[in-house]
């Protein structure tokens, strides 16, 4: 079935793979998401150790959410492709 005067694809077929392309992004951005560990207010925390980890979390969630394409992940972090390539072997993410 082909509805007319359309310039993008609109077959049921094509409907069909867009909606199991977007239940696939929803799944995969469900698997990354956990929960926080909690944080020891009364022991005190490390700002650096802390923004690592949310600096891992988000190069995850790029790398994720592009299907582990490093450089649309870079480009949606802003940072350059080297830098991010860098950063995922220093903290062994792939």
């Given amino acids: 079935m082909t509805y007319e005067n ?4 609109t077959t ?3 409907r069909l793979e867009t909606a199991r392309d977007l239940v696939h992004r929803l799944v995969t951005e469900l698997d990354g998401v956990g929960p926080l560990p909690a944080l020891n207010l009364n022991g005190g925390i ?3 150790d802390e923004v690592l980890r949310y600096e891992i979390d988000l190069i995850r969630a790029a790398l994720r959410l592009t ?24 903290h062994k993410l792939l």
């Fill in 6 to 9: 359309s310039q993008i694809p």
């Fill in 12 to 14: 049921v077929g094509h």
């Fill in 46 to 48: 490390r700002i650096r």
């Fill in 67 to 90: 299907r582990n394409h490093q450089k649309r992940a870079a480009q949606m972090l802003g940072i350059k492709v080297t830098t991010l390539n860098s950063k995922i072997k220093k």
